[in-house]
């Protein structure tokens, strides 16, 4: 991953802690988000890794995600440990009307795609907590994440909520998982999942302009063959049912809870910078 920059300095600590049962519910559990504060726990540990490595600006909400990752195509994955505080985390989107979050680098090459009948999922969003430098990080409800682990324990936390994004395209039909990942990890996803590279290197605004390549990953033209990549063999053989899914988080815009809440805001204040930006550039 980027070199790691400067240790995030701000904290809300207002809300009361969680009840202690809620929790203990999460500890050493691999889940799929289903409620507005576990959604929370994932894109604000995404937050501050992201901005820990230059990779995106602060923001007051501490949030991050995609605009198009904000619907009901979308899953939020995320382990916890054994004291109930998130350690790692990964999304995921099935392509619809809102299109994909990689659309904004790579339109051409997904609109080739879909133009041939095939459908689109993108995996995305990961963040692993040993990635900070910070001892705890308190979040606005008074959970928090704390940093652990070494880089083959990161390797295996993405591994294992990897297979739930592709368990997740299967519960849409999806038939090709797409990445965009910096150059340097590619070669990870190809030895590990069987990607293959589908456009050239290019920046990427969400990400402060850095360097990423688009992958997809044709899963049905690895099932049956005899020698498979890793980690995709492992998923295969340790099936997923689909109703993990059922209970995900439905995200709806329009509910005033969803409004208030500080995703609502994240919503509105990007919103509200990319119509600026559109008619600044116009």
């Given amino acids: 991953m980027t070199q790691l920059l400067d240790r995030p300095t701000t904290r809300h600590t207002s809300a009361p802690a969680p009840a202690t049962n809620a929790r203990t519910s999460l500890c050493n559990r691999l889940i799929t988000a289903s409620n507005l504060p576990q959604v929370r726990d ?45 350690q790692a985390t990964l999304s995921t989107v099935a392509d619809g009307p809102d299109g994909l979050p990689l659309d904004s680098v790579y339109p051409d090459e997904l609109d080739a795609l879909r133009r041939q009948g095939v459908r689109l999922s993108e995996v995305g969003l990961f963040a692993d907590a040993s990635q900070l430098l910070c001892d705890t990080n308190t979040l606005s409800d008074g959970s928090g994440f704390k940093p652990r682990g070494t880089a083959r324990q990161c390797a295996e936390m993405l591994i294992e909520l990897t297979a739930m994004a592709f368990y997740f395209a299967r519960y849409w039909d999806v038939e090709t998982l797409l990445i965009g990942v910096h150059p340097r990890h590619a070669p990870f996803y190809e030895r590990m999942w069987g990607f293959e590279h589908y456009g050239e290197e290019r920046s990427y605004a969400a990400v402060n302009h850095r360097p990423v390549v688009l992958m997809r990953q044709p899963w049905q033209t690895w099932v049956d063959r005899p020698r498979q990549p890793r980690a995709f063999a492992r998923t295969l053989h340790d099936p997923i049912p689909h109703t993990q899914f059922d209970g995900r988080y439905r995200f709806d815009p329009r509910l005033p809870a969803f409004h208030r809440s500080p995703l609502g805001q994240w919503l509105v204040m990007t919103e509200t910078t990319g119509t600026a930006l559109a008619e600044s550039a116009a």
């Fill in 42 to 86: 994932a894109w604000a540990l995404v937050y501050h890794v992201y901005s820990q490595a230059g990779l995106i600006d602060e923001n007051p909400h501490q949030l991050h995600t995609s605009p198009c990752m904000i619907g009901d195509r979308t899953a939020v994955f995320a382990r916890y440990d054994a004291d109930g505080l998130i």
